[in-house]
């Protein structure tokens, strides 16, 4: 059976399995192939997991035959380049770009303008302290360790794991508005 129609299936035990699968070497093929720290690695690798997810979904998949090490280590390498940009300032500064940049990444049939409409909305629908926590990660950006502080989380694993919860419902509220328009 072919990993999106597994994926399809039983969600959990497939997207735990080929998260559980890939993480160690995914995140150990950043740090060394990009140079970037293990907690960016470990972002990174768990966003391509979220993008993996919904394409699957979505029906970005196109072919049966897409590896899924492939398809996760293709949008992993593409999201350490994006990581690399913003570390270097060769992105624009502009906050909203950062959000559009995850949020509508591959959208069709949508133009910029109405792909960061809709991102600013779904950013402004997300409340707080979801919302807080990716401006201070995303456009701030604020270490775990200083969010962990800034919201008086319990510690940084913490913050991580409710950042991934915020930005997987960010995501939901981006495509359930996108799908309206």
Not at 1 to 10: A, I, Q, T
Not at 68 to 87: D, H, P, T
Not at 115 to 133: R, T
Not at 149 to 163: E, F, I, R, S, V
Request: glycine share 4%; aromatic share 10%.
């Amino acid at each position: 059976m072919h990993w999106v129609e597994k994926l399809k299936l039983d969600q959990n035990k497939a997207l735990n399995d080929i998260y559980r699968i890939y993480r160690g070497d995914c995140v150990m093929w950043l740090q060394n192939q990009y140079s970037i720290r293990e907690d960016e690695a470990i972002d990174v690798f768990q966003l391509s997991i979220i993008i993996l997810y919904d394409s699957a979904m979505l029906g970005k998949v196109k072919s049966e035959t897409t590896d899924v090490k492939s398809f996760l280590y293709g949008v992993a390498r593409n999201k350490a380049y994006e990581l690399l940009r913003q570390k270097k300032n060769i992105v624009l500064a502009d906050e909203d770009h950062t959000l559009l940049t995850y949020l509508a990444d591959e959208m069709p049939d949508h133009g910029t303008e109405d792909a960061l409409n809709l991102a600013v909305k779904a950013l402004e629908e997300l409340g707080d302290p979801c919302k807080s926590i990716i401006q201070m990660y995303y456009y701030k950006n604020h270490s775990m360790e200083e969010i962990t502080q800034n919201l008086g989380y319990k510690n940084a694993d913490t913050t991580k794991n409710q950042k991934y919860k915020c930005l997987k419902r960010l995501q939901s509220i981006y495509f359930s508005h996108f799908k309206k328009e």
